[in-house]
């Protein structure tokens, strides 16, 4: 037999496994090779993993989940992790009620590996974590997309389990056993919000033993096969009933269990896929069915790439812009979009992954009408249309268009010449995204701007011939089932029938509303806070008729739901696309359809905050509502929570091109908050909409320009609910025309008709007006009623389909073994031999609906499997018995099949018998002869089964009864009505029965054919029901009244009014009574004959009611409450207010009332005139309410203290302190008490007036408390240990050190003690001076320890490997022991620390990384100049030890001082000569590593930073002085350092959290001068004589130079041009010039403060680190010599040079001096 082996090494070819395998299938068997451990998701520590405990049985903590996931048909929110190989939705019970056993089991259980499993001893780890890292969500969507083709499926999180060479228990009096086998294996659990996939990883090796014995076996040699698979648990029914719920078993024996990586479903040996749950219906787990053998032996890795590749995780990269005429080159500001990533990386197949950024899928259907292989020319450039992605065997189209091109890309185009081109930079344009099923397309940008004076119009000749022309013959299944296809001389168009309105690509009926629906995601940063925003949910409901969109947007986290109230274009796009159509013009989706792309910028002033808003049209879904998903990605002003936003109307100009259309605007918006008072700003707004059009029609262009009127705009967020709401009124019409002229005043365009919102309004003569319902609905117009389609016989639904009704339209959908043809409407027969599903010794006879496989002569079998009956005697084993056999466990053996498996039933020839019961269960079913079940045929135990022998009658589709009636009684998880739902009642022929009757409340009522209930036929329980049978009499329709009140009822299962709500109430005749009263609150009000609040009308509870029957005085404009209290009242798509809700009360003259009560949550407040909350006037439900005519008590600003304490106390939602937090006391004046405690822990100390704890006052609970009021005694500096221990004991919440941590231990003067143990392993060990410990000193519990005043010999270079170490060594392994030169290898240091520049290979992409391996942002390069990267880890202590005392050269006027790791060195000099014979060390430390030094010339001492203990020190330049540390809080890479002598300050920079600070130089008065605008600060010098800061960031991406004044003022950028890693900084006091040493231009350069004199001193320099200026001479450290190198100013040559004796990075350097230099003070 044939193979084709493949190793694939990337997700591209592995997306090309199955077609591979298809294609050889005929011929020979497909294998692959079995994955590597490196192959599996990546976990561990380092991945942010869990580690279970060691042990026999152990369960993890609970795995508390971001968002439950389904197994099965039930909601898990929890999940447990344990030893023996499962993870359970519930803690799971002792090992020995489920271990041994078999499935099922009694609680949930995924089990990837079911056995007797024992890790304790170190024999291995367990891993676990819920992870939303976007690689792994992207790598199960793959998995999941190759193994199931057809699944929709987009997971947002993953739970990673991984077991790592854990080992089976083994008794303690055994000697022999599988001690030394040992398994790794994983499982992988993804989720959405719908279904939930399960992965089960097994690497090549993972295997080595393949069951446990029990632990009672009795000394008798049995051996259990681990179980692998799925059981659901116990089912609870009947409340106290518990049945067996569903399991699936993988492995059935021992030869089974070694399969596991020998064989996989997914096409990858070791790799098994299973759906695992679903929302709505889930019977059992489904395998993947892609099949795959193993090569033996394996010959490679299957390399499964972590990279995002589908575009949903994928990050956008800009695109560069195309500029083909300088001419035209378009300033910066008009608005500039990017693009997709030019090296596009198709998704992989089976997915539907368009991203918005991207116009194009890999699963879409081929579309005549883009033109390929064209060039068009512009200026004397020619551009090529097409363009391959990389790593794609198909050509897959670019379409670059122009804003207005002569060129277009339209539907069925044929091949054209061009004739003239316009004069303008050509764009890259999304010109429409893609269709599912066709070719990818690259991705493109978009449109940018347009300028109509740089358009040509001149469509120019173009040229078809009959060979290349699409018609409608080939291509009518581009358009809309409620379209028709016409041809032209140049090609198709589709056309909307009458009666629906798009593009013809799309339709929907006139005049229905129309619902959107999408997901939002993307990064908004509020202020400084970033926030992530996850695919929540988008809804939109537009009431075409009259122009309202009302759009929310669910889940949105509140400082991001505040701010982006302003954010009304989000739902701008809804109003445009579906706006109410004034005469000669058309709303957006007449010309886009449901595919399009709008790119939007928004511009934030006075602020200039930026944000990019990205919507995609993805056409229409099953239901005809618009899909669009969105992404927002920028920064947002901050808004004060409890703001109000109210946009006055506007008007905005919309251009209109072919393909495109784009406007600009302005808006002003302002903001009403407590804290602010009212704010006016504005944003500015730039978009377009790439969409695809049709020419070929010829027919007269859209009018150029559109306006769009947005007469109301209201915006809200709903703090409790976390819902963000837009509701836009909007109308088109031509510009300049004005809406409220006397010929546009008509109800239709004015919008306040009263036609049903499913129905058309249309204009008469003057303010008459015909209201007409929409396509697909019935009635007057007033009242409008979906028409069934299905049931009515109207349907187009053809032969072999049936029929699916929608809201005002149906769909057809083929019966199983049809799928539609090239028309999309015709079901034509699956001709499935062409899949090749027969054995290769059978043929395939196709039939209409299914296929047969018979063996071919000389062959017997079932046509499945055939083998030569040449001498044989025994036939072959028939697919039935090979069914039965392998599920019947121990076959050979002769062991019994696993308890509750269904095991098939085969006749006398091996056939499936007609009927199949499972034993276990009682159900009885008929099968075909595969054994697939016949539907219908299933019948549950104690009842009759089918007779199978009787063909299957023609099955008629199901009614709209049956299917209301399903869809109720499958809504729980056990597939049962949930209690108290209405469950509609159908009669044998599925329609409904005339009476229908409310099982729980006894109600009754008579329906119609469509089941809707007949107006006054409702009798409630123990009355008469209406005799149903009684033709109505004349009804009329609903009322606006009756159908509000409707509404409102039936909002509730049980038909009842949600409790609170307010039902309106109607008269005998349908209409508003005058006076209406709410049931909950007594108010009572007037309204008017549309139900609208007539204003100064409502009266509190127990007071007398206005006499509604007077007539209405003239009414005075709406008041701010009045505004405010209509506008919540109409914030529901229906107008009404939303349920809990917030609505004003406003008095008779309408202001607000002084006390404002909330009528759903029972809190009150006082307000003032503005409706603004009072500051300390709410009370909770159920207290005495506050006096609000009392006036407020002037109030002094809250304090410091205030403030703290409010905090903790407001932090629950009920506004309670959390349990146990800490809640600071104050005094009356607001000031902290001296003595503070901690309520829950009992721990007291002592504060200063700022509340930070004083040294050495806190006591614990039970002993005497400090007298606060005793001044501090003089302490000495905490020394490391001390830090060290400190650390540790305030890491939790409560003070305490967290369970299991190493404390260190620390003697009376604060250092370490020489042995060390750890309290809860009992290991001990030896440190030195710095609580590092000494090698081969480590003693486990129990034994003696080592002597810790003995030195121990220890070979310096002997180290335990490290994580570096172990990593490179693992990834030198995974490449095969030769890793390529682009491949990315860790660097170590001799002592097995990272190295601070990690680098891919021995390319130029570089980085720098931490102690730990993190890369550090903003470090990324690709230049040849490797990042100045700093360490992080102090290298090993040399021995033996020099004290850290100062040592100063002795007889100099003049020293460089240097750092250079654990030491600074002292450099004199002779004039301006390096004195390298007097050079000496002047300060030894010990583990530091010295960067930033600095020298205070009036007191003689040094200052330094220190990167390893992340402190600011000092020390004096006398003889014997010790170092004195300044700083050692909140720092963590301190680096340049700056010392000010005339202002006594010093300044330094930190460059991972990117600030600038200063201090006095005891280290007292410390502030932040900047922390924004900062990626990677490096140098900082003070010129103290002129009080100036400069400092350097060598950001990769945009590299400076600044300034400002030492107190934080007039901050400004001195260079920002041609400089690449600028390190070095100095000042020129001769000259006034700021000079820079530049690691990446190599250049040394000055320029004047305020950027003029630029010039460069010398142009090729080595590495630069650190520079100072002294006579004419520029004194640099050098990391290529590491050494110090001196440039003159006047030559710009180098002049001299010194190497220290020890080789290592020199860092800064500094100028000491016997007096202050001339500048310096």
Same mark, same amino acid.
């Given at each position: 037999?044939?193979?084709?082996?493949?190793?694939?090494?990337?997700?591209?070819?592995?997306?090309?496994?199955?077609?591979?395998?298809?294609?050889?299938?005929?011929?020979?068997?497909?294998?692959?090779?079995?994955?590597?451990?490196?192959?599996?998701?990546?976990?561990?520590?380092?991945?942010?993993?869990?580690?279970?405990? /060691? @042990?026999?049985?152990?369960?993890?903590?609970?795995?508390?989940?971001?968002?439950?996931?389904?197994?099965?048909?039930?909601?898990?929110?929890?999940?447990?992790?344990?030893?023996?190989?499962?993870?359970?939705?519930?803690?799971?019970?002792?090992?020995?009620?489920?271990?041994?056993?078999?499935?099922?089991?009694?609680?949930?259980?995924?089990?990837?590996?079911?056995?007797?499993?024992?890790?304790?001893?170190?024999?291995?780890?367990?891993?676990?974590?819920?992870?939303?890292?976007?690689?792994?969500?992207?790598?199960?969507?793959?998995?999941?997309?190759?193994?199931?083709?057809?699944?929709?499926?987009?997971?947002?999180?993953?739970?990673?389990?991984?077991?790592?060479?854990?080992?089976?228990?083994?008794?303690?009096?055994?000697?022999?056993?599988?001690?030394?086998?040992?398994?790794?294996?994983?499982?992988?659990?993804?989720?959405?919000?719908?279904?939930?996939?399960?992965?089960?990883?097994?690497?090549?090796?993972?295997?080595?033993?393949?069951?446990?014995?029990?632990?009672?076996?009795?000394?008798?040699?049995?051996?259990?096969?681990?179980?692998?698979?799925?059981?659901?648990?116990?089912?609870?029914?009947?409340?106290?009933?518990?049945?067996?719920?569903?399991?699936?078993?993988?492995?059935?024996?021992?030869?089974?269990?070694?399969?596991?990586?020998?064989?996989?479903?997914?096409?990858?040996?070791?790799?098994?896929?299973?759906?695992?749950?679903?929302?709505?219906?889930?019977?059992?787990?489904?395998?993947?069915?892609?099949?795959?053998?193993?090569?033996?032996?394996?010959?490679?890795?299957?390399?499964?790439?972590?990279?995002?590749?589908?575009?949903?995780?994928?990050?956008?990269?800009?695109?560069?812009?195309?500029?083909? +005429?300088?001419?035209?080159?378009?300033?910066?500001?008009?608005?500039?979009?990017?693009?997709?990533?030019?090296?596009?990386?198709?998704?992989?197949?089976?997915?539907?992954?368009?991203?918005?950024?991207?116009?194009?899928?890999?699963?879409?259907?081929?579309?005549?009408?883009?033109?390929?292989?064209?060039?068009?020319?512009?200026?004397?450039?020619?551009?090529?249309?097409?363009?391959?992605?990389?790593?794609?065997?198909?050509?897959?189209?670019?379409?670059?268009?122009?804003?207005?091109?002569? /060129?277009?890309?339209?539907?069925? !185009?044929?091949?054209?010449?061009?004739?003239?081109?316009?004069?303008?930079?050509?764009?890259?344009?999304?010109?429409?995204?893609?269709?599912?099923?066709?070719?990818?397309?690259?991705?493109?940008?978009?449109?940018?701007?347009?300028?109509?004076?740089?358009?040509? &119009?001149?469509?120019?000749?173009?040229?078809?011939?009959?060979?290349?022309?699409?018609?409608?013959?080939?291509?009518?299944?581009?358009?809309?089932?409620?379209?028709?296809?016409?041809?032209?001389?140049?090609?198709?168009?589709?056309?909307?029938?009458?009666?629906?309105?798009?593009?013809?690509?799309?339709?929907?009926?006139?005049?229905?509303?129309?619902?959107?629906?999408? %997901?939002?995601?993307?990064?908004?940063?509020?202020?400084?806070?970033?926030?992530?925003?996850?695919?929540?949910?988008?809804?939109?409901?537009?009431?075409?008729?009259?122009?309202?969109?009302?759009?929310?947007?669910?889940?949105?986290?509140?400082?991001?739901?505040?701010?982006?109230?302003?954010?009304?274009?989000?739902?701008?796009?809804?109003?445009?696309?579906?706006?109410?159509?004034?005469?000669?013009?058309?709303?957006?989706?007449?010309?886009? @359809?449901?595919?399009?792309?709008?790119?939007?910028?928004?511009?934030?002033?006075?602020?200039?905050?930026?944000?990019?808003?990205?919507?995609?049209?993805?056409?229409?879904?099953?239901?005809?509502?618009?899909?669009?998903?969105?992404?927002?990605?920028?920064?947002?002003?901050?808004?004060?929570?409890?703001?109000?936003?109210?946009? +006055?109307?506007?008007?905005?100009?919309?251009?209109?091109?072919?393909?495109? =259309?784009?406007?600009?605007?302005?808006?002003?918006?302002?903001?009403?908050?407590?804290?602010?008072?009212?704010?006016?700003?504005?944003?500015?707004?730039?978009?377009?909409?790439?969409?695809?059009?049709?020419?070929?029609?010829?027919?007269?262009?859209?009018?150029?320009?559109?306006?769009?009127?947005?007469?109301?705009?209201?915006?809200?967020?709903?703090?409790?609910?976390?819902?963000?709401?837009?509701?836009?009124?909007? %109308?088109?019409?031509?510009?300049?025309? +004005?809406?409220?002229?006397?010929?546009?005043?008509?109800?239709?365009?004015?919008?306040?008709? !009263?036609?049903?919102?499913?129905?058309?309004?249309?204009?008469?003569?003057?303010?008459?007006?015909?209201?007409?319902?929409?396509?697909?609905?019935?009635?007057?117009?007033?009242?409008?009623?979906?028409?069934?389609?299905?049931?009515?016989?109207?349907?187009?639904?053809?032969?072999?389909?049936?029929? =699916?009704?929608?809201?005002?339209?149906?769909?057809?959908?083929?019966?199983?073994?049809?799928?539609?043809?090239?028309?999309?409407?015709?079901?034509?027969?699956?001709?499935?031999?062409?899949?090749?599903?027969?054995?290769?010794?059978?043929?395939?006879?196709?039939?209409?609906?299914?296929?047969?496989?018979?063996?071919?002569?000389?062959?017997?079998?079932?046509? &499945?499997?055939?083998?030569?009956?040449?001498?044989?005697?025994?036939?072959?084993?028939?697919?039935?018995?090979?069914?039965?056999?392998?599920?019947?466990?121990?076959?050979?053996?002769?062991?019994?099949?696993?308890?509750?498996? &269904?095991?098939?039933?085969?006749?006398?020839?091996?056939?499936?018998?007609?009927?199949?019961? $499972?034993?276990?269960?009682?159900?009885?079913?008929?099968?075909?002869?595969?054994?697939?079940?016949?539907?219908?045929?299933?019948?549950?135990?104690?009842?009759?089964?089918?007779?199978?022998?009787?063909?299957?009658?023609?099955?008629?589709?199901?009614?709209?009864?049956?299917?209301?009636?399903?869809?109720?009684?499958?809504?729980?998880?056990?597939?049962?009505?949930?209690?108290?739902?209405?469950?509609?009642?159908?009669?044998?022929?599925?329609?409904?029965?005339?009476?229908?009757?409310?099982?729980?409340?006894?109600?009754?009522?008579?329906?119609?054919?469509?089941?809707?209930?007949?107006?006054?036929?409702?009798?409630?329980?123990?009355?008469?029901?209406?005799?149903?049978?009684?033709?109505?009499?004349?009804?009329?329709?609903?009322?606006?009244? /009756?159908?509000?009140?409707?509404?409102?009822?039936?909002?509730?299962?049980?038909?009842?009014?949600?409790?609170?709500?307010?039902?309106?109430?109607?008269?005998?005749?349908?209409?508003?009574?005058?006076?209406?009263?709410?049931?909950?609150?007594?108010?009572?009000?007037?309204?008017?004959?549309?139900?609208?609040?007539?204003?100064?009308?409502?009266?509190?509870?127990?007071?007398?009611?206005?006499?509604?029957?007077?007539? =209405?005085?003239?009414?005075?404009?709406?008041?701010?409450?009045? $505004?405010?209290?209509?506008?919540?009242?109409?914030?529901?798509?229906?107008?009404?207010?939303?349920?809990?809700?917030?609505?004003?009360?406003?008095?008779?003259?309408?202001?607000?009332?002084?006390?404002?009560?909330?009528?759903?949550?029972? $809190?009150?407040?006082?307000?003032?005139?503005?409706?603004?909350?009072?500051?300390?006037?709410?009370?909770?439900?159920?207290?005495?309410?506050?006096?609000?005519?009392?006036?407020?008590?002037?109030?002094?600003?809250?304090?410091?203290?205030?403030?703290?304490?409010?905090?903790?106390?407001?932090?629950?939602?009920?506004?309670?302190?959390?349990?146990?937090?800490?809640?600071?006391?104050?005094?009356?004046?607001?000031?902290?008490?001296?003595?503070?405690?901690?309520?829950?822990?009992?721990?007291?100390?002592?504060?200063?007036?700022?509340?930070?704890?004083?040294?050495?006052?806190?006591?614990?609970?039970?002993?005497?408390?400090?007298?606060?009021?005793?001044?501090?005694?003089?302490?000495?500096? %905490?020394? $490391?240990? /001390?830090?060290?221990?400190?650390?540790?004991?305030?890491?939790?919440?409560? @003070?305490?050190?967290?369970?299991?941590?190493?404390?260190?231990?620390?003697?009376?003067?604060?250092?370490?003690?020489?042995?060390?143990?750890?309290?809860?392993?009992?290991?001990?060990?030896?440190?030195?001076?710095?609580?590092?410990?000494?090698?081969?000193?480590?003693?486990?519990?129990?034994?003696?320890?080592?002597?810790?005043?003995?030195?121990?010999?220890?070979?310096?270079?002997?180290?335990?490997?490290?994580?570096?170490?172990?990593?490179?060594?693992?990834?030198?392994?995974?490449?095969?022991? %030769?890793?390529?030169?682009?491949?990315?290898?860790?660097?170590?240091?001799?002592?097995?620390?990272?190295?601070?520049?990690?680098?891919?290979?021995?390319?130029?992409?570089?980085?720098?990384?931490?102690?730990?391996?993190?890369?550090?942002?903003?470090?990324?390069?690709?230049?040849?100049?490797?990042?100045?990267?700093?360490?992080?880890?102090?290298?090993?202590?040399?021995?033996?030890?020099?004290?850290?005392?100062?040592?100063?050269?002795?007889?100099?006027?003049?020293?460089?001082?240097?750092?250079?790791?654990?030491?600074?060195?002292?450099?004199?000099?002779? @004039?301006?000569?390096?004195?390298?014979?007097?050079?000496?060390?002047?300060?030894?430390?010990?583990?530091?590593?010295?960067?930033?030094?600095?020298?205070?010339?009036?007191?003689?001492?040094?200052?330094?930073?220190?990167?390893?203990?992340?402190?600011?020190?000092?020390?004096?330049?006398?003889?014997?002085?010790?170092?004195?540390?300044?700083?050692?809080?909140?720092?963590?890479?301190?680096?340049?350092?700056?010392?000010?002598?005339?202002?006594?300050?010093? &300044?330094?920079?930190?460059?991972?959290?990117?600030?600038?600070?200063?201090?006095?130089?005891?280290?007292?008065?410390?502030?932040?001068?900047?922390?924004?605008?900062?990626?990677?600060?490096?140098?900082?010098?003070?010129?103290?004589?002129?009080?100036?800061?400069?400092?350097?960031?060598?950001?990769?991406?945009?590299?400076?130079?600044?300034?400002?004044?030492?107190?934080?003022?007039?901050?400004?950028?001195?260079?920002? !041009?041609?400089?690449?890693?600028?390190?070095?900084?100095?000042?020129?006091?001769?000259?006034?010039?700021?000079?820079?040493?530049?690691?990446?231009?190599?250049?040394?350069?000055?320029?004047?403060?305020?950027?003029?004199?630029?010039?460069?001193?010398?142009?090729?320099?080595?590495?630069?680190?650190?520079?100072?200026?002294?006579?004419?001479?520029?004194?640099?450290?050098?990391?290529?010599?590491?050494?110090?190198?001196?440039?003159?100013?006047?030559?710009?040559?180098?002049?001299?040079?010194?190497?220290?004796?020890?080789?290592?990075?020199?860092?800064?350097?500094?100028?000491?001096?016997?007096?202050?230099?001339?500048?310096?003070?």
């Amino acid at each position: 037999m044939q193979s084709c082996s493949l190793s694939p090494s990337s997700t591209m070819e592995r997306g090309v496994i199955l077609a591979v395998c298809l294609l050889c299938w005929s011929c020979s068997v497909c294998v692959v090779t079995a994955i590597k451990r490196a192959d599996m998701f990546p976990y561990g520590t380092l991945s942010g993993d869990l580690i279970l405990a /060691e @042990g026999d049985d152990e369960t993890s903590r609970v795995l508390s989940l971001p968002k439950p996931l389904y197994f099965y048909g039930s909601l898990f929110s929890q999940l447990y992790v344990a030893t023996n190989g499962i993870i359970s939705g519930q803690d799971l019970p002792m090992e020995k009620q489920y271990v041994d056993d078999g499935f099922p089991t009694d609680f949930p259980v995924v089990a990837p590996f079911l056995a007797d499993i024992d890790t304790s001893g170190g024999r291995g780890q367990i891993y676990y974590r819920v992870t939303e890292t976007p690689s792994v969500l992207n790598r199960v969507a793959q998995e999941v997309h190759r193994g199931f083709p057809d699944a929709k499926f987009t997971p947002t999180h993953v739970v990673v389990a991984t077991w790592e060479n854990v080992a089976a228990y083994e008794e303690q009096t055994r000697t022999t056993g599988p001690s030394n086998k040992v398994n790794t294996f994983q499982a992988v659990i993804g989720y959405d919000e719908t279904d939930s996939y399960v992965l089960f990883l097994y690497p090549e090796d993972g295997l080595n033993y393949f069951g446990t014995r029990p632990k009672e076996s009795y000394n008798v040699e049995i051996e259990l096969p681990a179980r692998v698979g799925f059981s659901r648990g116990e089912i609870t029914y009947l409340i106290f009933s518990r049945t067996e719920g569903p399991h699936y078993s993988v492995t059935s024996d021992e030869q089974s269990v070694k399969n596991l990586y020998q064989v996989g479903n997914t096409g990858i040996p070791g790799v098994w896929l299973f759906h695992t749950g679903n929302r709505y219906s889930f019977d059992n787990i489904v395998p993947a069915s892609i099949g795959g053998l193993l090569d033996t032996p394996p010959t490679g890795g299957h390399g499964l790439s972590l990279d995002s590749t589908t575009p949903e995780y994928g990050e956008f990269e800009e695109y560069p812009d195309n500029t083909f +005429d300088s001419d035209n080159q378009e300033e910066e500001d008009d608005y500039p979009h990017t693009g997709g990533d030019p090296e596009f990386q198709p998704a992989p197949a089976g997915g539907d992954h368009s991203e918005s950024l991207q116009p194009a899928s890999p699963d879409a259907p081929s579309s005549p009408s883009e033109d390929s292989g064209h060039q068009l020319s512009y200026g004397r450039e020619d551009v090529p249309l097409t363009s391959e992605p990389r790593y794609n065997s198909e050509p897959a189209e670019r379409q670059y268009a122009p804003p207005y091109p002569p /060129e277009r890309v339209p539907e069925g !185009d044929a091949q054209r010449t061009p004739k003239r081109q316009p004069q303008v930079p050509l764009e890259v344009v999304d010109v429409y995204p893609s269709h599912r099923n066709e070719p990818p397309l690259s991705p493109g940008g978009h449109v940018v701007s347009v300028e109509e004076d740089d358009v040509d &119009f001149d469509t120019g000749v173009i040229q078809y011939t009959t060979e290349n022309k699409e018609t409608c013959a080939r291509f009518q299944q581009q358009c809309s089932q409620n379209a028709f296809c016409s041809d032209y001389a140049t090609g198709f168009c589709c056309h909307c029938r009458p009666g629906f309105y798009g593009n013809g690509r799309h339709c929907l009926p006139e005049g229905a509303p129309q619902r959107v629906s999408g %997901k939002v995601s993307g990064t908004v940063t509020v202020g400084l806070t970033p926030v992530e925003l996850n695919n929540i949910d988008l809804h939109a409901y537009i009431v075409v008729g009259d122009g309202r969109a009302y759009t929310a947007i669910s889940q949105v986290p509140e400082p991001v739901g505040w701010a982006l109230m302003p954010l009304a274009p989000i739902g701008e796009l809804f109003g445009w696309l579906f706006a109410l159509e004034l005469p000669n013009s058309q709303a957006g989706f007449k010309i886009t @359809g449901a595919e399009f792309t709008r790119h939007a910028e928004v511009i934030f002033y006075p602020g200039n905050q930026r944000l990019s808003i990205i919507q995609t049209g993805r056409g229409l879904d099953d239901h005809n509502h618009l899909t669009v998903d969105t992404v927002v990605r920028g920064n947002v002003p901050f808004l004060p929570p409890g703001a109000e936003v109210t946009m +006055d109307p506007f008007k905005e100009t919309y251009q209109y091109y072919p393909s495109v =259309v784009t406007s600009s605007s302005v808006r002003e918006f302002s903001v009403v908050s407590a804290e602010r008072g009212s704010e006016s700003f504005s944003f500015q707004l730039k978009q377009n909409i790439t969409y695809r059009d049709c020419r070929h029609d010829n027919r007269a262009a859209v009018l150029e320009t559109l306006q769009i009127t947005m007469e109301r705009v209201f915006v809200m967020y709903v703090k409790e609910e976390r819902i963000l709401r837009y509701a836009i009124t909007n %109308k088109i019409s031509p510009v300049g025309v +004005d809406p409220t002229r006397p010929e546009l005043v008509n109800p239709c365009y004015a919008g306040n008709h !009263d036609c049903d919102t499913t129905a058309q309004c249309i204009p008469l003569e003057g303010q008459a007006f015909q209201c007409q319902c929409a396509t697909g609905y019935r009635g007057d117009g007033r009242n409008c009623y979906d028409i069934d389609e299905c049931d009515e016989g109207l349907s187009s639904c053809g032969a072999h389909s049936h029929c =699916v009704n929608l809201p005002g339209s149906h769909r057809c959908q083929c019966q199983s073994g049809y799928e539609f043809g090239f028309d999309g409407r015709t079901c034509v027969d699956i001709d499935e031999c062409s899949s090749t599903p027969c054995h290769i010794s059978a043929r395939c006879i196709n039939g209409l609906g299914s296929f047969l496989c018979q063996c071919q002569p000389g062959f017997y079998g079932d046509g &499945f499997y055939c083998s030569q009956t040449e001498g044989q005697t025994v036939r072959p084993r028939s697919q039935c018995e090979q069914h039965r056999d392998s599920l019947q466990s121990g076959m050979e053996q002769g062991g019994p099949p696993s308890p509750g498996a &269904f095991i098939p039933q085969c006749d006398s020839d091996g056939q499936y018998q007609p009927l199949q019961c $499972h034993g276990s269960t009682g159900h009885c079913w008929c099968v075909d002869i595969r054994g697939q079940e016949r539907t219908g045929t299933r019948t549950p135990p104690g009842t009759a089964p089918k007779d199978c022998d009787r063909p299957d009658e023609p099955v008629r589709p199901k009614t709209h009864c049956e299917h209301h009636r399903d869809s109720v009684q499958t809504t729980s998880p056990e597939g049962y009505p949930i209690v108290g739902a209405h469950v509609p009642q159908c009669d044998a022929n599925g329609q409904y029965t005339a009476l229908q009757c409310h099982g729980s409340t006894g109600y009754c009522w008579c329906v119609d054919g469509n089941g809707q209930e007949r107006a006054g036929t409702r009798t409630p329980p123990g009355t008469t029901p209406t005799d149903c049978g009684k033709p109505d009499e004349p009804e009329h329709p609903k009322t606006h009244c /009756e159908h509000h009140r409707d509404r409102v009822q039936t909002t509730s299962p049980d038909g009842y009014p949600v409790v609170g709500a307010y039902v309106p109430q109607c008269d005998a005749n349908g209409q508003y009574r005058p006076l209406q009263c709410h049931g909950s609150t007594g108010h009572c009000w007037c309204v008017d004959g549309r139900g609208q609040e007539r204003a100064g009308t409502r009266t509190p509870p127990g007071t007398p009611s206005v006499d509604c029957d007077r007539p =209405v005085e003239p009414e005075r404009p709406k008041t701010h409450c009045e $505004h405010h209290r209509d506008s919540v009242q109409t914030t529901s798509p229906e107008g009404y207010p939303i349920v809990g809700a917030y609505v004003p009360q406003c008095d008779a003259n309408g202001q607000y009332t002084p006390l404002q009560c909330h009528g759903s949550t029972g $809190h009150c407040w006082c307000v003032d005139s503005r409706g603004q909350e009072r500051a300390g006037t709410r009370t909770p439900p159920g207290t005495q309410h506050k006096d609000c005519d009392r006036p407020d008590e002037p109030e002094r600003p809250k304090t410091h203290c205030e403030h703290h304490r409010h905090r903790a106390q407001t932090t629950s939602p009920e506004g309670y302190p959390i349990v146990g937090a800490y809640v600071p006391q104050c005094d009356a004046d607001g000031q902290y008490r001296p003595l503070q405690c901690h309520s829950s822990t009992g721990h007291c100390w002592c504060v200063d007036r700022r509340g930070q704890e004083r040294t050495g006052t806190r006591t614990p609970p039970g002993t005497q408390t400090k007298d606060c009021d005793r001044p501090d005694e003089p302490e000495r500096p %905490k020394t $490391h240990c /001390e830090q060290h221990r400190d650390r540790v004991q305030t890491t939790s919440p409560e @003070g305490y050190p967290i369970v299991g941590a190493y404390v260190p231990q620390c003697d009376a003067e604060g250092q370490y003690l020489p042995r060390q143990c750890h309290g809860s392993t009992g290991h001990c060990w030896c440190v030195d001076g710095r609580g590092q410990e000494r090698a081969g000193t480590r003693t486990p519990p129990g034994t003696p320890s080592v002597d810790c005043d003995r030195p121990v010999p220890v070979t310096p270079t002997q180290h335990p490997e490290s994580v570096c170490e172990r990593w490179r060594t693992s990834l030198i392994e995974h490449y095969g022991g %030769k890793p390529d030169a682009q491949q990315y290898v860790p660097q170590c240091e001799p002592d097995g620390q990272f190295s601070p520049v990690q680098c891919y290979g021995e390319t130029t992409y570089c980085w720098c990384v931490d102690q730990d391996g993190r890369e550090v942002p903003g470090t990324r390069s690709h230049d040849v100049v490797k990042p100045a990267c700093l360490p992080s880890v102090a290298p090993p202590t040399v021995r033996p030890l020099p004290r850290p005392d100062v040592t100063p050269p002795t007889n100099t006027d003049i020293t460089l001082l240097y750092a250079q790791g654990q030491k600074i060195g002292a450099l004199p000099l002779n @004039g301006t000569r390096l004195d390298a014979t007097r050079s000496k060390t002047l300060l030894t430390l010990h583990g530091s590593i010295v960067v930033g030094i600095a020298y205070d010339c009036k007191e003689n001492h040094v200052y330094w930073t220190d990167l390893s203990a992340r402190t600011i020190n000092r020390a004096s330049m006398a003889t014997g002085a010790e170092p004195e540390i300044l700083i050692n809080t909140n720092l963590v890479s301190p680096e340049g350092l700056a010392v000010d002598v005339k202002r006594r300050l010093m &300044f330094w920079v930190d460059s991972n959290p990117d600030v600038i600070e200063s201090a006095n130089l005891d280290g007292s008065g410390r502030r932040t001068l900047f922390d924004t605008d900062l990626v990677n600060p490096r140098a900082i010098i003070v010129v103290s004589s002129i009080g100036t800061l400069y400092w350097t960031d060598w950001n990769r991406e945009a590299p400076k130079i600044e300034s400002s004044s030492v107190d934080g003022q007039n901050r400004m950028v001195v260079v920002s !041009d041609g400089i690449g890693l600028p390190n070095a900084l100095t000042y020129d006091s001769s000259s006034g010039q700021v000079c820079w040493a530049d690691a990446g231009t190599k250049r040394l350069e000055c320029v004047s403060p305020d950027g003029s004199g630029r010039r460069v001193i010398h142009p090729s320099l080595n590495y630069p680190f650190s520079m100072v200026y002294y006579r004419n001479h520029f004194y640099y450290s050098d990391w290529r010599r590491d050494g110090v190198i001196a440039v003159s100013k006047d030559s710009s040559q180098i002049t001299d040079e010194y190497l220290p004796d020890q080789r290592s990075h020199l860092y800064g350097i500094a100028i000491a001096t016997n007096h202050c230099l001339s500048g310096s003070h």
